[in-house]
């Protein structure tokens, strides 16, 4: 990895709620309506929204879907080759257009589109669309990161993870859509899941059944899942209104995803684990409004002006097998969750950063955690939240703890070399964590923390009172208790609410404000803030804060 990386839904439905951003929230709500009750028209070219990511200083990465013909669906190999037309402009209206240019898609990349767009002005918001066929899209909006060395008084990032569609609605997407605040958001991973219909969750507790019904294998598979995926209402929302900076985690692939296979893929019956991974990979890279320059992985560097360095991990892609639970085997120095060339890549990044903050995505948990405290009649539904075996668990082999040499190998790095404002931002494990991060947890707090760390918890996807089939904040609370009790450094623990995360970060702080939405079964799920932590620069530990960045 090199500098360079730094550089049958309906047209109504979909042309509202792609700009619900752009309109009154009640337009966006009226979309939903219609698209509940169908009593919108039938579907355009453009029926899976438009996108932009991976912000850069002077670009932007554009995305789109075209149906030219009414066969030409995800994942049929159907369909002529297409010119589309794409064009950036200051103003809504297209008055003032800066930039502009065509594409040709075709059934090889799945009729979709993306154009990597250069030449633009630093720190700008621009509106974007695309035409072919004689139609336009629905307008984007999309903002450009500040000049490389520029003074930055602040960047705000939504932060998602984990939206398995059975088990609810998007509702947190449309949320972050609604506020024009947002520099980009961030999605640390599990955008969508390889799952058959009732596997996860059980068939009774189905929200909305996935599409194919079948568990996701073949390149033609992850097409049509991943081409559901951008019919979601709430999800266009989200894409239109902002970009999206994406990295995957294990379910892009199968649950417990690693180099060499995953827990929920059987060579014997579902073929080849190299052929599946570079089919997910292939079918990821076309629908994700990710630069392909990244193709094969999703680590790479973006840069926010002298603010903040963001560092996004692929920690599935190199990793060895899971250790299994007591074998002892997660201090092995001879296995890694990173491969040694990203490690090296990211110790490097680090080191001559020169930023007032530097933050990492990973998509597992790095901070140490023992679970063995919690009471035992928790244990097996905490466990089956976290994809592990059910017979008791101390440690979660799939996170950082289950490769301990590399994690004390990046710590060490950052403490040995005095790298500090270094916040980890985290998703995959379906609850909301605020946490030092120590060198060593046993010496903790009599050695100062060397990083802190934000999780986020899932979207949709279940967490512990989902699994017991309780209210939220009732049966989870003696398990987040004991959880801090063994955990000095972890300082909040929600097991039980779904929703998403505004990161906003200073030269004096970065803050994490949990939100919460009312009811994942529920399209029209309101949003509350829930907490608020922060990490004082200088300090590598978190603090409660007040209440929400204005």
């Not at 990895?1 to 979909?14: C, E, F, G, L, N």
């Not at 918001?125 to 520029?150: C, N």
């Not at 980009?184 to 219909?197: Q, R």
């Not at 979660?396 to 004390?408: A, E, I, L, P, S």
């Amino acid at each position: 990895m090199t500098d360079h990386d730094q550089i049958s839904r309906r047209t109504a439905v979909t042309a509202v709620a792609a700009t619900a951003a752009l309109l009154p929230l009640g337009t966006a709500a009226t979309a939903r309506a219609a698209e509940r009750t169908g009593s919108a028209t039938e579907a355009a070219p453009f029926q899976h929204g438009i996108a932009s990511g991976d912000p850069l200083p002077d670009g932007i990465l554009l995305w789109t879907r075209l149906t030219p013909t009414a066969d030409a669906l995800p994942g049929s190999g159907r369909g002529p080759a297409t010119a589309v037309d794409w064009q950036v402009a200051t103003d809504k209206g297209f008055t003032e257009v800066v930039a502009r240019g065509t594409a040709t898609t075709s059934a090889a990349t799945d009729h979709t589109v993306k154009a990597d767009v250069r030449g633009l002005s630093p720190a700008t918001t621009y509106f974007f669309r695309f035409t072919a066929l004689g139609v336009h899209s629905p307008v984007g909006r999309t903002r450009t990161a500040p000049a490389a060395g520029s003074a930055v008084t602040g960047v705000r990032f939504g932060v998602v993870s984990c939206a398995n569609w059975e088990s609810g609605y998007f509702s947190p997407y449309r949320h972050l859509a609604a506020r024009t605040d947002l520099d980009a958001v961030l999605h640390l991973g599990d955008y969508l899941y390889e799952y058959k219909t009732g596997e996860y969750p059980a068939l009774k507790y189905v929200v909305r059944p996935h599409q194919p019904g079948h568990e996701i294998i073949s390149l033609a598979d992850y097409r049509i899942r991943h081409g559901a995926h951008k019919t979601d209402p709430d999800a266009q929302a989200m894409h239109a209104a902002h970009p999206v900076i994406a990295m995957w985690d294990d379910h892009e692939f199968a649950d417990n995803a690693w180099q060499g296979g995953a827990e929920n893929h059987t060579p014997g019956t579902e073929g080849d684990w190299a052929a599946r991974m570079a089919a997910a990979k292939q079918a990821y890279f076309e629908w994700m409004p990710v630069r392909p320059s990244t193709a094969g992985t999703t680590y790479r560097r973006l840069q926010f002006g002298t603010l903040a360095d963001l560092h996004l991990l692929d920690l599935r892609s190199f990793r060895d097998e899971q250790a299994p639970i007591g074998s002892g085997k997660a201090d092995d120095p001879g296995r890694t969750i990173t491969g040694r060339a990203q490690l090296d890549w990211l110790k490097a990044g680090l080191t001559r950063s020169a930023t007032a903050w530097r933050l990492v995505g990973t998509s597992v948990m790095i901070s140490q955690v023992a679970f063995g405290s919690v009471p035992a009649h928790l244990l097996e539904p905490l466990a089956e939240v976290l994809g592990l075996p059910k017979e008791g668990l101390a440690i979660n082999t799939d996170q950082w703890d289950g490769y301990t040499d590399d994690r004390r190998e990046l710590l060490t790095h950052l403490s040995d070399r005095s790298i500090g404002n270094t916040v980890f931002l985290t998703g995959d494990i379906h609850m909301a964590w605020a946490n030092d991060v120590p060198l060593k947890a046993a010496t903790y707090p009599g050695q100062a923390p060397v990083a802190t760390e934000f999780v986020v918890t899932s979207v949709t996807s279940d967490n512990l009172d989902d699994t017991l089939h309780v209210a939220p904040h009732t049966l989870s609370l003696p398990a987040a208790a004991a959880v801090r009790a063994a955990n000095r450094h972890v300082k909040w623990v929600d097991m039980d609410s779904h929703g998403y995360g505004v990161l906003d970060v200073t030269a004096e702080r970065t803050q994490m404000d949990y939100y919460a939405v009312s009811d994942k079964a529920d399209p029209d799920a309101t949003s509350s803030w829930q907490r608020s932590y922060r990490t004082l620069s200088g300090t590598q530990r978190v603090e409660r804060a007040d209440g929400p960045v204005a």
